[in-house]
């Protein structure tokens, strides 16, 4: 079927009444008033803005937006215009259907009892309540390991669902996200769900508003957010909290925790404050908060978009002077964790669950410094394609994705072996110790300054 842009048009022009609102608050933009009139003026007339370069896809336009008219919406339309012939390499890396995507690649390193749950967990057999496991839950599932998780129903999911379309729609692939759509329908359908328990929140808000408001999902089940049902243990007594942590914390909220007015972030800084940790908030946070980095990739999917703005995230973090971070978002969490690991910062971050398992005297399977590197090794056998292989540097079209679940492939035996010869040497005292990570971090941070200083140039921005 012929696809047209018309067919996805969701930024509501009638609505809008260029007040520049969305580039004034856009974290990105920062733009002074009149500049903002110009430029939404200019993206709705002619297509050209800035926006379509620096957008992290942090939905904060959407929710400034005094008329709702979601202007996010305009900036994925002209993306999906720009990517009707396919999408750039990187892109392989979060599409299920390549070889060498992240959960394919990450198998080949994970340990022996990480790949029995992620095996546990890919059954969509009839059940009327399920924890949905979530793209990024399955890079980091040691978090769903955790002793205050035992009360929940059967955990099932894996990246056959496509993370519920919520990195495909950020791409602007609308076709994708409707194909995506109709496999969720018919996968829950035919499971007979009733009940979600959605272990990522940006996959919750995804299933809850904008596949049923977009593209005119008919989910018959309810939509839980894990971080409500650990709220709602916590509150009851069921999770018995023994001691207080006593540290300083600040939180990063992740871009779809925007929406419905904000409440998962309240949800999970009561979760923060119940373990008796403080809160110090950073300069963007609540509506305002910037991304971790991995929006940063929808753009243009260039490696070093993330960097930039992971780092710019993780400046903030240091800026408050937080004993650690709290990160509830798994896909946050492990960018961030990357950009972490590559500047050399000490402050640790936690996942949300974990505060309450060490709060109610246990201790988390906290492997995030050595997944980071487990990343790395992904991320490098990636760039190493790159150079080598010219067929690889070539935009690609997606497989077409059937209502029914299809086998993935394999990760091909060579890409298997590059990445644990690279997880060898990244894990090895060749890497970790203090020379090498001191150089590296200054690397990375020049590399960074060096970038933003041409982008800012390229672009005439300010921040």
């Known amino acids: 079927m012929d696809v047209k842009t018309e067919d996805f048009r969701f930024f509501r022009e009638d609505l809008c009444d260029r007040c520049g609102d969305c580039f004034v608050a856009c974290p990105y933009l920062e733009l002074p008033r009149e500049e903002a009139r110009r430029e939404i003026a200019s993206l709705i007339e002619s297509g050209t803005s800035r926006a379509l370069d620096v957008c992290n896809t942090c939905h904060t336009c959407d929710v400034v937006c005094p008329n709702d008219a979601d202007p996010y919406e305009l900036v994925l339309e002209h993306w999906w215009e720009r990517r009707q012939e396919g999408l750039p390499t990187t892109a392989r890396l979060v599409t299920p259907s390549e070889p060498c995507n992240i959960w394919s690649s990450l198998k080949a390193l994970m340990p022996p009892e990480e790949l029995a749950l992620l095996r546990s967990w890919d059954d969509f057999s009839p059940c009327e309540e399920i924890c949905l496991t979530g793209f990024y839950t399955n890079v980091v599932p040691y978090i769903l390991q955790s002793q205050v998780l035992a009360g929940l129903p059967k955990i099932a999911g894996s990246e056959a669902l496509y993370g519920c379309a919520g990195d495909i729609y950020k791409t602007g692939r609308f076709d994708m996200v409707e194909q995506i759509t109709r496999r969720l329908e018919h996968v829950f359908g035919e499971m007979g769900v009733k009940r979600v328990i959605c272990s990522m929140s940006a996959e919750g808000m995804v299933l809850s508003e904008i596949l049923p408001r977009r593209f005119g999902a ?246």
């Not at 590559?342 to 988390?364: D, K, Q, R, S, T």
Request: net charge neutral.
């Open 218 to 463: 008919d989910f018959a089940f309810e939509v839980v957010q894990l971080d409500d049902w650990l709220l709602e243990k916590v509150r009851s007594g069921e999770i018995a909290l023994e001691k207080g942590l006593g540290m300083k914390v600040t939180i990063h909220d992740n871009c779809l925790s925007k929406m419905q007015d904000g409440r998962l972030q309240e949800v999970n800084r009561e979760i923060v404050e119940r373990t008796g940790c403080s809160i110090v908030e950073m300069e963007h946070h609540g509506d305002r908060s910037m991304c971790c980095g991995f929006g940063a990739a929808a753009s243009h999917f260039r490696v070093m978009d993330i960097m930039s703005s992971g780092y710019r995230r993780l400046k903030e973090i240091e800026a408050t002077g937080a004993d650690a971070a709290v990160i509830y978002c798994p896909a946050c969490l492990f960018i961030l964790s990357v950009i972490k690991e590559m500047a050399n910062c000490a402050i640790p971050f936690y996942h949300p669950v974990e505060l309450v398992e060490m709060a109610a005297g246990g201790h988390p399977a906290h492997r995030h410094e050595e997944r980071a590197w487990d990343i790395m090794a992904v991320i490098s056998n990636h760039l190493l394609k790159y150079a080598l292989f010219p067929s690889h540097r070539k935009r690609f079209q997606p497989a077409y994705i059937p209502p029914e679940i299809v086998q993935l492939p394999e990760l091909p035996p060579a890409d298997r072996l590059r990445l644990k010869a690279l997880a060898a040497l990244f894990h090895s005292p060749v890497v970790q110790n203090r020379p090498v990570r001191a150089l590296t971090s200054l690397g990375f941070k020049a590399a960074v300054a060096a970038y933003d200083l041409a982008r800012k140039n390229r672009l005439g921005l300010s921040v």
